[in-house]
């Protein structure tokens, strides 16, 4: 393999080997070891259950697969959709004894990126490869940084600050940034930013194959040294079905230093595949008390759908300590900490909204969305203090958080 070819497979790379046949891997692991110069490998020698495969992942953190597909297919294609589930942006290649065109389809249909045949020819594993680093550039360079700002219910104003926090992005840090409207149903960056486009990301996905730098080019918007991406002008087929975004995600993590994702809500695998794949969630509520059950739901409905809390921070949105519940009482009833606290200002955001432009640093909000930067970049640690005398609050989410 040429040099240029080798730098394609630069990184770390951890293989699952969900083999039961020891031969499979003893042939193909030395194949491996010559084309990604760090390699390491895992095995499972039976074909898993979902609570294996979902320990698996979490134990060993693999970001490729190979899944024998031979003695029992159905079973073994039924872990493809549970790999999927634990990690959507897991490359899966399906080893197969034969060159069976049906079998072929069967496991490219239910999500495998691609398929190799025992035994190997080299050539064969390295184009497989290559397929992998192309589809998955964010394997061959540091990759880039994803926050997903998510709202607890609709009306929080998430979509304003995400779009804020993008061009806040851009002020202080001097790196490729992409803002990308991923809410199909309801997506409203085009009317915040008062951009047109003829694309979106539908477009990025039907040819998600063939995505390249300048087809990608023609798909975004500039806005302020930002790149934009936006959600369909009107309702297209197909849109009530999207339940994984991995390859929008995964193409600009290895294209972008810094991406932010507008998403339409926390329900749904569409939204769910997005919060899997983000390095933090930014979760909106404002300090309403039919807000915070929200964010109760909102938190619960991601425990059971194994989003870890670790990468979760909850933004308190259009604060005013006059109106509503205090800062004190709202950490202390969700049981968690407010990670940050944006101000309400409603002459400033009308003004920014008739203008199509980001909010200027002079005001209210645009001091708070520059001090969430400033968090998240420079990691400071929150400050929130627990009032432990608040039983009349409490009561009002107990009934939920049993």
């Not at 760090?38 to 992942?57: D, G, H, K, S, W």
């Not at 990759?143 to 061009?167: D, E, L, R």
């Amino acid at each position: 393999m040429s040099q240029p070819d080798a730098a394609k497979f630069a990184g770390n790379w951890k293989a699952l080997f969900i083999c039961p046949k020891q031969q499979i891997i003893r042939d193909l692991a030395p194949l491996l070891t010559r084309y990604l110069p760090n390699f390491a490998a895992a095995e499972l020698n039976v074909i898993p259950n979902r609570r294996q495969i979902t320990e698996a992942i979490a134990v060993e953190q693999p970001n490729l697969c190979f899944l024998e597909v031979d003695d029992a297919p159905d079973r073994s294609l039924a872990v493809i959709p549970d790999l999927l589930r634990a990690d959507p942006k897991l490359p899966i290649v399906a080893v197969l004894s034969g060159n069976d065109h049906e079998q072929v389809l069967r496991c490219l249909r239910q999500g495998a990126s691609d398929f190799l045949i025992h035994p190997f020819v080299p050539e064969h594993v390295e184009a497989a490869l290559q397929k992998i680093s192309r589809l998955q550039p964010s394997r061959s360079k540091s990759p880039g940084k994803v926050y997903c700002v998510m709202p607890a219910k609709g009306g929080c104003g998430a979509s304003t600050i995400a779009s804020n926090f993008a061009h806040q992005l851009k002020r202080q840090a001097d790196k490729r940034i992409l803002l990308a409207d991923l809410d199909p149903l309801a997506g409203t960056l085009s009317f915040l930013l008062k951009i047109k486009s003829s694309y979106s990301f539908m477009d990025v996905l039907a040819r998600s194959s063939e995505i390249d730098a300048d087809l990608w080019k023609a798909m975004v918007t500039d806005r302020n040294g930002v790149d934009v991406l936006l959600s369909p002008e009107v309702m297209t087929e197909g849109m009530a079905e999207l339940s994984d975004a991995s390859s929008i995600i995964e193409y600009a993590r290895g294209t972008y230093d810094l991406v932010v994702l507008d998403t339409g809500s926390v329900y749904g695998d569409w939204n769910l595949s997005q919060a899997r794949l983000a390095d933090e969630i930014l979760l909106v509520t404002t300090n309403e008390l039919t807000a915070l059950q929200a964010v109760q739901r909102a938190l619960s409905y991601m425990d059971s759908n194994n989003i870890g809390r670790y990468k979760i921070r909850l933004i308190v949105n259009r604060y005013d300590r006059h109106v509503g519940l205090s800062k004190d009482v709202i950490g202390t009833a969700l049981h968690a900490d407010i990670f940050h606290i944006l101000p309400t200002d409603y002459e400033a955001i009308q003004k920014a909204l008739m203008e199509g432009k980001p909010l200027p640093l002079n005001t209210n909000f645009g001091k708070g969305v520059a001090g969430l930067v400033d968090r998240l970049i420079g990691g400071a640690e929150p400050a929130n203090k627990k009032n432990s005398s608040l039983s009349g609050i409490l009561s009002l989410f107990s009934r939920t958080s049993s």
